[in-house]
């Protein structure tokens, strides 16, 4: 590749960067995308936006990015959790890298590489990317010992710098888990494969087997229920909910149509339908009996000291170990309720299966890689397909297919990359989303470290020999991957630079708000919803483009500058994100950190082994063997940080919960009010509106989950419920998926006008039995009300 077809990618993603963040810079000050561009704080203040006309909404300013580098680290652990704050230090340790890795790349190896050989020069532009790389020293030259100083400086100085992130990271984990924010999964064990008895439900041989094992620090369980039928009736409950604070220009009085914003007319409607019910074949009848057929396998146990819990879910509980499986159990808001009622048994199946899909799906990788390396060598793409060489001398078509196009096509197919994963991750049955969004790290980190860079080192090597078998690794490493180099390169300027522009637009927030807005006419933007920060896509691509900058630093150092933008600009993009945009649902408490450590490890030794086989291939013995002693070091480091650091992100540490239980124990009443906590935490079948914030408990007998509505208008009080048709006295809401074979949900609308409490009630025989009602309190309807309620008149 020429240096003309760099630099034609180079400007091309400036543009798009340029364009792109001048665009965000208009549209966040605009009140329409608050919700878009704000989530964050929109999500804690529910607050709608109002004003004229003013001039500065349309003037482009980066005012964000001085907010985005002033933000203290507080600040972004308060927004972002621990999990934010590693991801914005592993940003700064690349940047700190390579920021001396560029220093010697530029100004000790650079000149190195160009001047390696006495060769004709020719005009700058036309000059080929090669003569920047050390394929272009001659070999045996004695300048060698510079390559193996730089090498010796850089993994020196990464080691340093790894050593004191993990233990400034280690320090923030024991602050996390010793924090005063009370943890219910500290004392709560999820207990699966729990053995089927005929005589008895799951729920008594739980309670008998932990009253028996663990008398002394048992408190409590919850039976976990296989999700369906009961949480979608509330989800359907919801959704009519939605409908009666839809604004009276959008719901025609007398009437149940609803008007279509893509009409845009006055006489073009949509109806909403209700589901049909089954025929009653059977009757209404329904007992507790039909819902204990519904409970699953698996339990959640509540101890009551920390210390309990922790050696219940670490200890082998039964001779046969593939029952009574315990593990501590996740945050409530972390717990992922339909991985749990999956059969442990069928969890290994389910692992094999996985394991083939992700194989073919690797060997399906390599033809998009494929395809990207012939872009590159257009030489050889011209000696196989004659008839594309007179579209190729075109002006500029040849720069723009080499250093911009295969990038390009590569990008698009790895977008399919991650959402897999995800799937992959969720179908191992992983008991928490924090712990399927981290697998999925995992498992999109190696498919790009894989199939984007051995691949296409792999893959160009085939194309260049035409479809000879190389068999000498060495000769492969010294050869393929410098003259892959300028590929990646032109992969960090479309994946990073123009990636970050995007991730800063949020191109689809965008568009499904002005559709939601516009199309949909719905106003109200607090049921669009919040996003969590997409850690198993951006992890990835960071430490892929660490190793970019190991791979290269000594062969190609041209990589590390345009490395060096790109982290530049990431750490103020990501800042930006974790404190304006993403919404912290949950979190693993910085167990990304283990991750980037092996991962930078592993670029490191690759690092050394590519000298290794460069200097060997050049026929520098010194230079070659001087490299060997630098990985055993690297290893034997990893292997002390191993030993050191990694324990405390998978384990908790038995004596700082023994002094925490010491701890609530002396505060008088500390350790009863948790244990009462407890049992209101892990709620299955709750509500997941926006609009609603956490349930707690409000006494002790009846354990009423009660909700704080934040709405964004107020209505005039006294007034009549505008917002349901004056003909309609009541919604129904059917479902055949309960037991019973007739099932319905009316929502009755109070006489007009409404009484000084007036209530929204939904009856339902089909609920959690003995709850027999479920009244919706709404300030639409009444302006002295303010919550939603769930009550249980008949009583336990």
């Not at 808001?333 to 996985?354: G, K």
């Not at 397909?385 to 075109?394: D, M, Y």
Request: some cysteine; hydrophobic content about 40%; proline content about 6%.
């Amino acid at each position: 590749m020429q240096l003309s077809a760099l630099l034609t990618s180079a400007g091309v993603n400036i543009t798009v960067c340029v364009v792109l963040f001048t665009l965000y810079s208009l549209l966040r000050k605009q009140p329409t995308f608050v919700n878009v561009y704000f989530s964050q704080r929109f999500a804690q203040v529910r607050t709608r936006q109002f004003g004229g006309f003013n001039f500065e909404r349309f003037v482009p300013s980066p005012s964000w990015i001085l907010k985005a580098w002033e933000a203290s680290d507080e600040e972004i652990v308060a927004a972002g959790g621990l999990d934010g704050f590693v991801f914005v230090q592993m940003i700064v340790f690349s940047f700190r890298m390579f920021s001396i890795a560029t220093t010697l790349g530029l100004f000790l190896v650079l000149p190195l590489n160009y001047f390696g050989q006495d060769i004709r020069r020719q005009e700058t532009p036309a000059e080929s990317l090669e003569v920047f790389t050390i394929v272009n020293v001659d070999p045996g030259s004695r300048w060698f010992w510079v390559h193996c100083l730089a090498l010796y400086i850089i993994s020196c100085s990464g080691c340093l710098l790894l050593y004191l992130e993990y233990k400034s990271i280690s320090r923030k984990r024991l602050q996390y888990l010793t924090s005063s924010v009370p943890h219910p999964s500290y004392f709560t064990v999820l207990v699966r494969a729990i053995p089927k008895c005929e005589e008895e439900s799951y729920s008594h041989t739980v309670e008998k087997f932990f009253s028996n094992y663990y008398a002394s620090s048992y408190l409590s369980h919850q039976i976990i229920y296989r999700s369906g039928s009961i949480q979608k009736l509330m989800n359907r409950a919801e959704e009519v909910l939605e409908v009666l604070k839809t604004s009276p220009e959008e719901l025609l009085p007398g009437s149940d149509l609803m008007k279509c914003g893509l009409c845009g007319g006055t006489t073009r409607y949509f109806k909403m339908l209700p589901d049909e019910h089954d025929n009653d074949k059977g009757g209404d009848n329904f007992d507790g009996s039909d819902l204990g057929k519904k409970e699953s396998a698996a339990a959640l146990v509540f101890f009551r000291n920390r210390y309990a819990a922790l050696v219940a879910s670490q200890s082998l509980q039964s001779p046969n170990p593939m029952t009574w499986v315990t593990d501590l159990a996740p945050e409530p808001d972390d717990v992922y309720w339909s991985n749990i009622c999956v059969p442990y048994r069928l969890l290994w199946i389910r692992r094999i299966a996985l394991l083939v899909a992700s194989v073919l799906f690797v060997a399906f990788f390599l033809v998009p890689v494929s395809i990207t390396q012939s872009l590159v060598h257009l030489d050889k793409l011209k000696k196989t397909f004659p008839f594309l060489s007179g579209v190729l001398k075109r002006n500029g078509m040849n720069q723009l297919v080499t250093g911009y196009l295969p990038s390009v096509v590569l990008i698009l197919f790895s977008y399919t990359v991650p959402p897999l994963m995800m799937l992959f991750s969720k179908m191992e049955g992983s008991i928490s989303r924090s712990g399927r969004k981290r697998s999925a790290c995992i498992k999109v980190l190696c498919f790009f470290i894989w199939n984007v860079f051995f691949g296409n080192i792999l893959s160009g090597t085939v194309i260049e020999r035409l479809n000879k078998i190389v068999k000498n690794v060495n000769y492969q490493l010294s050869t393929a991957v410098p003259s892959t180099a300028t590929f990646f390169m032109t992969y960090v300027l479309t994946s990073g630079w123009a990636s970050l522009s995007v991730e800063l637009l949020q191109p689809f927030g965008l568009i499904w708000c002005l559709f939601s807005r516009f199309i949909l006419r719905n106003m109200d933007a607090s049921s669009q919803g919040t996003l969590t920060f997409p850690y198993h896509t951006e992890v990835p691509r960071i430490l892929l483009f660490g190793l970019f900058g190991f791979a290269y630093a000594i062969l190609a150092p041209l990589m590390l500058p345009v490395l060096m933008v790109y982290f530049s600009i990431a750490y103020l993009v990501y800042r930006n994100q974790i404190l304006n945009v993403y919404v912290t649902k949950y979190q693993t408490g910085g167990t990304y950190w283990p991750i980037v450590h092996n991962t930078t490890i592993f670029s490191m030794v690759l690092m050394q082994i590519i000298a290794l086989a460069v200097f060997g291939f050049k026929r520098s013995p010194s230079a070659s063997s001087s490299a060997i002693p630098l990985i055993i070091c690297t290893l034997l480091f990893h292997g002390y940080c191993r030993q050191r650091f990694e324990p405390l992100f998978k384990y908790t540490p038995a004596q700082t919960l023994i002094e925490m239980d010491r701890q609530d124990e002396e505060e008088c009443g500390r350790m009863k009010e948790m244990h009462q906590r407890l049992t209101s935490a892990y709620c299955q079948f709750k509500s997941t509106s926006s609009t609603l914030d956490k349930a707690v408990p409000e006494n002790d007998e009846e354990k009423m989950s009660i909700h704080k509505v934040q709405d964004v208008e107020d209505i005039n009080p006294g007034k009549s419920p505008s917002h349901l048709p004056p003909s309609c006295t009541s919604f129904e809401i059917k479902s055949p998926h309960l037991p019973s074979s007739r099932t319905s949900l009316e929502m009755k609308r109070p006489p007009h006008p409404p009484p000084p409490h007036t209530s929204l009630e939904i009856k339902s025989p089909h609920l959690l039995s003995p709850r027999q009602s479920l009244e919706i309190k709404s300030p639409r309807l009444s302006s002295s009300c303010t919550s939603v309620e769930i009550e249980e008149p008949g009583g336990k």
